[in-house]
């Protein structure tokens, strides 16, 4: 079941790179053709141009790039600590991001929707795994 999650985890750390990437890359070269500007209540914008397109000075983007590549890393190394660690950083970050949209700036990102739905399904597995891991052995108490 364990390697499981970790596939999963695998599949979902893939997508966000992707997301993240499609981000990045909107704000780096700011394509004429933006998918995801449908109106001015749901649009991109705001993270690839607006108050949120950079955090301490960061691309916002990037920082969920790092964040889901270190996600992979630790789910090709089976290590569900620190996948349980990044995910609770990553969904922390994501609803920081999502307050930031919807009440201030009063927008939709679907890119941000779709990462967000991502990083708390690996969040749960993160859970899983770890609950799983801490379980103890079971022994014979004949032996």
Not at 38 to 53: F, K, L, M, R, Y
Not at 70 to 83: D, E, G, Q, R, Y
Request: hydrophobic share 55%; with cysteine.
């Amino acid at each position: 079941m364990k390697e499981k999650f970790f596939n999963w985890i695998k599949i979902l750390a893939g997508l966000g790179i992707f997301l993240a990437l499609f981000l990045l890359w909107e704000q780096i070269f700011r394509p004429s053709f933006q998918p995801c500007n449908i109106n001015a209540t749901v649009n991109c914008d705001a993270v690839i141009s607006g108050e949120v397109s950079k955090t301490l000075g960061i691309p916002t983007p990037l920082i969920g790039l790092v964040g889901y590549i270190i996600i992979l890393f630790a789910a090709f190394k089976k290590n569900a600590k620190l996948v349980l660690g990044m995910a609770a950083f990553g969904l922390a970050f994501c609803l920081y991001i999502a307050y930031r949209e919807l009440f201030q700036l009063h927008v939709i990102c679907p890119v941000c929707v779709l990462c967000q739905l991502d990083m708390i399904t690996v969040f749960i597995l993160g859970i899983l795994l770890n609950r799983k891991a801490s379980k103890p052995i079971p022994t014979d108490p004949i032996a």
